[in-house]
Nanobody, 127 residues
Framework: QVQLVESGGGLVQAGGSLRLSCAAS????????MGWFRQAPGKEREFIGG????????RYEDSVKGRFTISRDNAKNTVFLQMNSLKPEDTAVYYC????????????????????WGQGTQVTVSS
């Protein structure tokens, strides 16, 4: 079992950058596939990207491709979401999610595929 805690959210102007972190407890973080999701008011939670356990495979949704970068440091039990060129439509609560699934490079894109969730961190982009 793993506990996830996000940090790094805040208020930023359009065009700015933020870096979110998701720190995991436990000793098997390197066996978890990790995903980033976001949920804007009145909208469903949407997948924005994910990373394989070893960090060799990363997938992004088209809406963030080229602007957002996902990485992980398994030695520090942390996954990161670097967000650049932020737009007002990026405003949402951002969540990291984990699924215990060692080996392979498949990236799950559906929220129900993930077993563990952080509490979320608010990102607000002003125009």
């Amino acid at each position: 079992q793993v506990q996830l805690v996000e940090s790094g959210g805040g208020l930023v102007q359009a065009g700015g950058s933020l870096r979110l972190s998701c720190a995991a407890s436990g000793r098997t973080f390197s066996s978890y596939r990790m995903g980033w999701f976001r949920q804007a008011p009145g909208k469903e939670r949407e997948f924005i990207g994910g990373i394989s356990p070893g960090g060799t495979t990363i997938r992004y949704e088209d809406s963030v491709k080229g602007r957002f970068t996902i990485s992980r440091d398994n030695a520090k039990n942390t996954v990161f979401l670097q967000m650049n060129s932020l737009k007002p439509e990026d405003t949402a609560v951002y969540y990291c999610a984990g699924k215990l699934s060692p080996g392979g490079t498949y990236i799950y894109t559906t929220a129900s595929d993930y077993n563990y969730w952080g509490q979320g961190t608010q990102v607000t982009v002003s125009s």
